[in-house]
Structure formats: C-alpha cells, structure tokens
C-alpha cells in the first residue's frame, strides 16, 4: 500500500497489543501471507513430527490402563506453545480385547523416568532449513512413568474396539485430527494411552507446530 509498511518475517512472528495497527506480512517472494495458519508455521520451519523411524517396527503398548503409563509422550518446554494437530496410531497386533486409544493433555511436564526414543524420531515437517523443537518426545518400547494428571488433566480423544488379532478381524488405524486443535502452553504434557487384553503392538506418528508463548500473551 502507497506509503504503507509491509514486512518480511522468518523465524520470528509480529506481536502487536490488542486494538493497535499491526502491518501486513509478508514471505521472501513478496507473497501475502493467507495460507492456513498451521500450514504457514509447517513452512517457517517450525511443525514437527514424533514417529516410527523404520516402517514395520512397532512400539509396545500396555495390558490396562495407569494414569503414569502412557504409550506415548511429547512434553513442550516453557516459553514454547504447542499445537497438536494430528496423531495416529496404527494397531498391527492386538490378541486380547477390549482395545484403547485416550488421547490427553496436561498443564505440566509429567515426564518421570523410562521410555526413551529407540526405533522412533522427532524431526522437522520441512525437510531442510527447519526449526529446533523445544519438545521431548518417549515412547512405550521401554516402559515411560510420568506423574499422574489427576484433577488437571484434559481428555481429548477416546477410541475403544474389542477385537481379536488380526488373523480374525483388520488392524484398526486411529486417527486423530481435531478441527480446533488444543494449545498447550509451556511446560505442558500431551500423552497417548495405547492398552487391550493383551499389550498392542503399534505404529504411530504424532505432529505439533510450535509458536513463542510470548505471542499468546499481552
């Protein structure tokens, strides 16, 4: 706009206090930015993926339920928000019945002890010239203890199934892919329970894109 002021930002995101003039943004090519909001932060370089490093390797799950174990868990740093766009868990072998997914999230860093990331990643969704996560991702392939949620936790998502192997029934595949995803503001906690009769065995890929905490605030 004649005699306006239009910006070109990277790594870094405008934050103006409410009810002021702000200015139009930008990319390198002098393209306004208008794309889906997660889908401009992917680009920036800072949407970032936890999963299975090689297909076909799996992670093992739990026989019932315990507050302190979940399968999966992705802890975000203070200064950092989290926004959890889309898990899923894909069930290769489940021999007992009664089969679950519950998907939640916390208003602290639960992680205690255990659940390494062996056989799994956390990497960037832009290929190159990606951001640093401030996340911590574990999974179940050795048992994760976390601190139990108790009054503070949120249940985002509950799927059951009783089943057998999948010999007698397909595998089910979970998706999670929620149309207003949460905000998890740093220190903070997403988990995933994954349990059945018999401990399940599954694959899963969990995503986020990550924004300064400092731009939620006034």
Do not use: H
Not at 28 to 53: E, H, K, P, T, V
Not at 82 to 111: H, K, R
Not at 142 to 162: C, F, H, K, S
């Amino acid at each position: 706009m004649e005699g306006g002021t239009t910006l070109v930002r990277g790594v870094t995101l405008p934050k103006y206090p409410n009810d002021s003039d702000g200015s139009i943004s930008l990319d390198s090519m002098g393209n306004l930015i208008d794309c889906d909001w997660i889908q401009a932060r992917i680009n920036a370089g800072y949407g970032f993926n936890f999963a299975n490093i090689t297909p076909d390797t799996t992670i093992t799950g739990s026989t019932s339920y315990a507050a302190t174990d979940p399968a999966i868990l992705v802890q975000i740093a203070s200064g950092t928000t989290m926004v959890p766009f889309y898990v899923n868990i894909a069930l290769e072998d489940s021999a007992g019945v009664d089969n679950y997914v519950v998907i939640g999230c916390d208003t602290a860093a639960l992680y205690a002890s255990g659940g390494g990331t062996a056989g799994s990643a956390l990497n960037s969704l832009r290929t190159t010239g990606g951001g640093t996560s401030a996340a911590t991702g574990y999974n179940g392939k050795t048992a994760i203890v976390m601190t139990d949620p108790g009054a503070t936790e949120r249940t985002l998502y509950n799927w059951v199934n009783q089943f057998a192997d999948v010999a007698t029934d397909p595998p089910r595949v979970i998706v999670w892919e929620p149309k207003y995803p949460p905000v998890l503001i740093g220190p903070a906690t997403l988990y995933v329970y994954v349990y059945g009769g018999t401990a399940p065995e599954f694959q899963y890929s969990v995503q986020w894109i990550e924004i300064p905490t400092a731009n939620f605030t006034q």
